[in-house]
RNA sequence: GCCUCGGUGGCGCAGUGGCUAGCGCAGCUGAUUUGUAAUCAGCCGGUCGUCGGUUCGAAUCCGACCCGAGGCUCCA
């Protein structure tokens, strides 16, 4: 660690621990090599929190493998040896990776101009190709794991090589390593699919794969998000309909999606003809459109869909709620005219910003997606649709990313990803411009000239996936979730079962204010009680005993507050329903 | 899809060729009637992911398949 790596700020900092960790990747090379003579080096670069390298050998490594590669690099490390970093030729570079096709190829990918270096540390024994940027010696390497091992194939490619990637961690010092091993266990704790098991809120199963089952307790989160979706729907000026769940090919062949998506879709056949089920909301939006004419005086239309989807993931990319094969989404389709995207986009990220704060979500990216390489409609099209995107985009945040090329091929869009626990962006919300849609289904409207005229669609989904957004809200919020959304809001608990009846009374007077109340009589003591209370997380206990019964008051303990008051049942109903209402994070 | 690891009662785990496969939690029954995070006791519950093979004998070894976990363009 360099003296003043304390005094360092947030940036040099990471600098610092790039150079540490890029260091850190070399001498796992080294170590790797010296173990497996056979193995060939590919890359090896720093990334969040530690470092990989791949490697192309015979065999995966094992547990451990990892353990005794481990073992050779603190030898390694405790040589101290210097990090050099030398310039050469291209050719004197090529011969030193000359039975090495990954770096061959990495040596004839670096621009003509550009200077090559090989860098070397333990005095020469090793060396590789690199752009250089270490730390001085293999000492300052002070604190380091690996991590574990995966198949990863070459420049990410699936169609290339497979390569075995070793992952470390590499820091400053060992209290950051010790804190960083800590923040993992922390967020393994949030995992919202241990969670969802352990408050009783979804499950999977074999006969469905990557399908939830909500649980009692689940549905009522969810449906608490429909709700509120619902108001802000009301609020914002949206329709909401109900679309059919399986059509004709002939659907998917018109929008495309027969030719372009087939592979993430399921299908039935019945009456000797092909179904597809959906996997997107879109053409039964196009249908219901065209189900009457319009006139620009309707527009813009908004229509929401709650619809379920099916698409067909490939079986090592589904993951918990957050990447599922069944899900329905916050879906709506905007019908308008080209003047009118700006300020329906504006009016989106407005709902979006103001949804997403009701969650706590205070930080999240927006990426606008610009056109790819193979789209539909012209340039004059899509350079008008992208500069109104960037002008609302600038106005609404200053920390926007562009994504050159990333667009669909039907529109440019604007993404917005939130982290989960473990740092994973999750896309949520999304906006996407389609020109292709009117075309292909005539979406038209008659215009105040008599003409009639192709609207623009927008396709928008707020929280995105529910299911996701389910997902990624409970290890945010550690699934503390505030009362509004809890499916237990408060649970009354007699001290012994003579408080029983007068608990009964309190239930049903909670219950008819609306809220969701439960008593737990089950045989155990008080203690046991709030305990499992306070593991369900549920926000207030009532506590009920000799007191309470005496004074018709009852206590109140909240999860977040070991003392309770003692106040009168109306007091609680009143401030527990404000709470409700205001949505209180 | 591909690579590695894994799959034992509802959940979390132990058990690596040999007696009726264990433990904790949960569940059920009984006793206890207790003031702010676990009362005690008893009971129920498993063809060890599925199918096939090796073996006198398989949860344990081998193969296939299913499911799950961590990864799979953060570039010398």
Redesign the pocket.
Known sequence: MPKDFNQLNFKEKQIYLDKLRHSSAHVLAEAVIKLFPKAK????????DGF?YDFDVQ?????KDLKKIEQEMRRIINQDTDFIEREVTRDE?MLSVKDNQF?IE??E??PKN????L?SHSNGNFE????G?HVDKTGDIKALKL???????W????KNP?L??I?GTAWESKESLDNYLNRRQEAKKR?H??LG??LDLF??D?LS??SPYFLPKGTIILNELYKYVRELYEKYDYKEVVTPQIFDTELWKLSGHYSNYSENMYFVKQDEKEHGVKPMNCPAAAMLYKSKSHSYRDLPLRLADFGRLHRYE???????LTRVRTFTQDDAHIFCTVNQIGIEIKSFLDMLSESYKTFGFNEFRLALSTRPEKKVGDDKIWDNAESILKEVLDKFSSDFTIEDGEGAFYGPKIDVFVPDA?G?EWQLGTIQLDFSLPDKFDLEYTSQDGTRTNCVVIHRAMLGSMERFLGVLIEHLSADFPLWLTPVQSIIIP????HNEYCNLINVKLKNAGIRSEIDK???????K??QA??KKIPY?I???????ENQTI?I?S?TQ???D?ISIIDFIINIKEEIKLRTL
Do not use: W
């Not at 590789?128 to 752009?131: N, S, V």
């Not at 001290?495 to 003579?498: E, G, H, Q, S, V």
């Not at 506590?543 to 019964?549: A, T």
């Open positions: 080096l590919t890359i090896g670069p720093p990334i969040e990989y065999n995966a490594f094992t547990p570079a770096k990495i040596l990918s670096i550009e200077k090559i270096t860098c590789d190709l690199c752009r940027g991590m574990s091992t995966s198949g990863a194939y420049r990410g490619d699936e497979m075995q990637r992952y995992d699919r241990k098991r352990d499950f999977f074999d794969p990557a490939r079986s090592g990319v589904t993951h918990g473990i994973r001290i012994t079962d003579k089950s045989n155990e003591r008080m203690n046991a709030i305990r306070q593991l206990m506590i009920i005993g000799d007191k309470e019964l206590s303990r999860r070991k003392n309770s003692v």
